[in-house]
């Protein structure tokens, strides 16, 4: 099994700065892609960035310029890095990775799996 524990939401006024964490564990076999969603009330789950494991990066529109996704292989970590952040960046974020992990000696399976969720709350 694969888990996902985000960190680093919080409350900060307009102009600010946050960096989430995702920490990823489990018996894995490869790694594909990481990416933060975000989704606020109302609206549809959206992906903000994702990276894969060769540096390859994209980004929503609306957060090219301020936000920067990385990862620290060594830890299995990956981070958002958010900056100038706006009243419309609030919402709940996600972590979601896919790639394959093993399930028996001699087998792998894809996954597709999600953290719990980070509240990040950008006051005018």
């Known amino acids: 099994q694969v888990q996902l524990v985000e960190s680093g939401g919080g409350l900060v006024q307009s102009g600010g700065s946050l960096r989430l964490d995702c920490v990823i564990s489990?018996?894995?076999?490869?790694?594909?892609?990481m990416s933060w969603f975000r989704q606020a009330p109302g609206m549809q789950r959206e992906r903000v960035a994702t990276?894969?494991?060769?540096?390859?990066?994209n980004y929503v529109d609306s957060v090219k310029g301020r936000f920067t996704i990385s990862r620290n292989s060594a830890e299995n970590t990956v981070y958002l890095q958010m900056n100038n952040l706006k009243p419309e960046d609030t919402a709940a974020y996600y972590c979601?990775?896919?790639?394959?992990?093993?399930?028996?000696?001699?087998?792998?399976?894809?996954?597709?799996?999600w953290g719990p969720g980070t509240q990040v709350t950008v006051s005018s």
């Open positions: 979601n990775v896919k790639g394959y992990r093993r399930y028996s000696i001699e087998g792998i399976v894809p996954f597709d799996s």
């Open positions: 489990g018996d894995i076999s490869r790694l594909d892609a």
């Open positions: 990276i894969t494991t060769v540096g390859t990066t």
